[in-house]
């Protein structure tokens, strides 16, 4: 499976913050905030990333992650000219992509929880069809909310409802199979010009090829997207971290526990950065 990272878009909502810098390269508490989902994706397995970005933005990322060797993967870089919809990705990524299934993850997007790894694999597990997450909350009115029945097929899925048909919401992070990129390439454009999620994961819907895992109490899905959000997630992370001493979505511990960068590699990561409290834990891990 290949793993596609979405790091476009202007940052409106968290202007003037994002006038010059893209918004995943803000912090999120001690690292930038595509530290985040580029943890996810290692933590599903995923070594093969794509990172689409704005041809502003692109360089930066390039500069920060490399090739991503010293995370045991692979990064290419995709330049997306103008936001166009999330689908776009699938269609910018269709060489990248090739004959395999992929993992399409927001990159403003941060989840924690003990059980995460568990349900990520799940998702990859599931080789037909597309795969959303429900995530319960108390405002459903506010995101695509998500219906199924009692054997986790959707049986319908509603943008911002009025009248909603569950508590799930659907975070940003969907799993599909190989038939997304065709799929990505038929649908029609949305009235705003952008070929939507929603269009993608309709047509799956109608094929009775939507599932749904569905996230329960010990994960956490924090959305950094507005002032709000950016300071609520980095006040979770900061909390966790200081209670437990355990790092919240640090790639190189994740490399390293699942054996795609060596002891040495970590050590040498830390050492980069001893100054910090960052490469401190860095190198503490490497001493275990």
Do not use: H
Not at 33 to 42: E, G, V
Not at 62 to 91: C, H, M, W
């Amino acid at each position: 499976m290949k793993g596609i990272i979405l790091a476009g878009g202007k940052g409106t909502r968290l202007y003037p913050m994002t006038f010059s810098v893209s918004k995943q390269l803000l912090p999120v508490y001690d690292k930038p905030m595509i530290y985040y989902p580029l943890s996810i994706l290692l933590l599903a397995g995923i070594r093969e990333i794509a990172l689409i970005s704005t041809p502003y933005d692109i360089d930066d990322y390039r500069n920060l992650l490399g090739d991503g060797s010293k995370f045991g993967i692979s990064i290419t870089y995709v330049v997306q000219p103008e936001p166009k919809g999330l689908a776009e990705a699938f269609v910018l990524c269709e060489d990248f992509i090739g004959n395999d299934s992929v993992c399409l993850i927001l990159g403003d997007n941060v989840f924690y929880g003990q059980t995460l790894s568990v349900l990520l694999r799940k998702a990859v597990d599931i080789k037909e069809g597309a795969t959303v997450f429900g995530y319960p909350v108390m405002n459903p009115c506010s995101f695509g909310v998500v219906e199924f029945d009692a054997d986790g097929k959707v049986i319908s899925i509603e943008e911002k409802p009025a009248q909603p048909k569950s508590n799930y919401a659907v975070p940003g992070l969907y799993f599909y199979d190989n038939s997304v990129v065709e799929i990505a390439k038929s649908v029609k454009p949305s009235p705003r010009g952008e070929l939507e999620i929603t269009s993608v994961n309709d047509v799956y819907l109608k094929q009775g090829k939507l599932n749904v895992i569905l996230m329960g109490r010990g994960v956490a899905w924090l959305d950094t997207g507005s002032p709000e959000g950016l300071l609520g997630a980095a006040e979770f992370v900061e909390a966790i971290q200081a209670r437990q001493g355990y790092y919240v979505c640090c790639p190189e511990e994740i490399a390293w526990r699942n054996k795609y960068i060596d002891t040495e590699q970590l050590l040498k990561s830390g050492k980069a950065l001893k100054g910090t409290e960052y490469g401190k834990y860095l190198i503490s891990l490497a001493k275990e």
